[in-house]
C-alpha cells in the first residue's frame, strides 16, 4: 500500500498516526451512533452476534467454542448485541468500545431485552485495560476498524 501523502488539487489523502486515529473514530461514532442504530439495529438483532452483512450469526456457526461460565470480551463492540448474546448464552461478557454513545445505546437495549452483559468499557482496542489472560474468548465483529483521513 502506498502510503505517502497524495496531492489532488484541494483534496489532500495522508496516513495518520494512531492517535489521530483513534481521536477521528471516536468522534465520528460518536456522532453517528443514533443514526447507525437506527439504520442497522433490527438486521444486527439486539441479542445476536451476527459476523457480518451476509448475517450468518455465531448460533449458526459456533466458531468461538462453548460459551457457558466462560469469560468472553467483544471489543469494538458497538452496541454489545453480541456481548449481550454471550451472555445469554452463559458468559461472563465484557462489551468494549472507543465510542461512549454506541455502548449508550446498548445500555437502553438491555433494560428492553432484559439481557446485558456484565460490564462495559470505553476502550481503543489497541490499548485494551485488561491483564494478560483475563478472558477465554476475545472476538470482534467488523469493530475497530481504524479510519484514515481526507483533508479539504
Ligand atoms: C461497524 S461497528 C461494528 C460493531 C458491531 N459488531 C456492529 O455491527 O454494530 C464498528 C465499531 O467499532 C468501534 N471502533 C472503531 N475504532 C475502534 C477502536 N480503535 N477501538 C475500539 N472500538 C473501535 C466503533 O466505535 C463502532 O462501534
Known sequence: MNTEPEDSGSVRHEPLGQGESVSASQRWWDAE??????EHGEQLGDVRLSWGPEQV???????????????VLEFGAGSGQGARWCSDQ????IASD????????????????????????TADAAGLP???????????????????????
Open 33 to 38: 451512533a443514533p443514526s447507525y442504530y437506527r
Open 57 to 71: 450469526t455465531e448460533a449458526e456457526l459456533g466458531v468461538l467454542g462453548p460459551l457457558e461460565d466462560r469469560d
Open 90 to 93: 452463559g458468559a461472563r461478557a
Open 98 to 121: 472507543l465510542s461512549l454513545e454506541m455502548l449508550r445505546i446498548g445500555q437502553h437495549i438491555d433494560q428492553e431485552q432484559g439481557v446485558a452483559p456484565d460490564g462495559y468499557v
Open 130 to 152: 485488561f491483564a494478560d489472560e483475563s478472558f477465554d474468548v476475545a472476538f470482534s465483529a467488523y469493530g475497530a476498524l481504524p479510519l484514515s483521513l481526507i483533508r479539504i
